[in-house]
């Protein structure tokens, strides 16, 4: 049943055509962006983003699992790179004792806190032999790669609290009862 609107009446809303009228060429033309010269700016093709996601859930942390030893990172410790790898400089911290008052072991498993992100920072800065220190929301896209190099994953990352879901004796050479007493 087609609805057919009286001749002395407006159209009605159900008489529209249902699809969009096309636009010509200079009417999409005007609309896109422009080199300063005039010319028409072309677009290219957005490309899909490669979106790891590890195995763990984000902020879902079990300390009762069995952690996996990843030998793929140690060789960035081996080459004699001067720089030190973010994770590796989060450990040492961790397993200083003077440095207890800026990030700690909570106990619950491999779980760490942050206790003060402003000290960290400026230990990070000052480990990369930075002239100008780092600001948190740099240290903060340090994390965010371990996240997807799979060494931590965020707990409660708003309250600064991590864990490893690597096992990191292997890189620091203790056996893993040491750690796990150390924590104690």
Known sequence: MEIVPSPDSSPSRDSLP???IPLDESV???SRKRKTNGDPVERKAKTPKIVIRPKEVYGIYDPEMKL???TSLKKYLDNGIDRKMFWYFILTLLIDPAKKEIISWTGRGLE?????????TLLWSESQQKKVNNQWDSVRRNFRSCYK??????????KNIFAFVTEPTYHIGWKKEDLV????
């Open 149 to 158: 190099k799979r060494v931590f994953i965020p707990v409660k990352a708003i």
């Open 28 to 30: 999409m033309a005007k």
């Open 68 to 70: 996996e030893v990843d």
């Open 181 to 184: 007493e150390y924590i104690k």
């Open 112 to 120: 760490f806190v942050i206790l003060s992100p402003d000290r960290l």
């Open 18 to 20: 249902l699809s969009p």
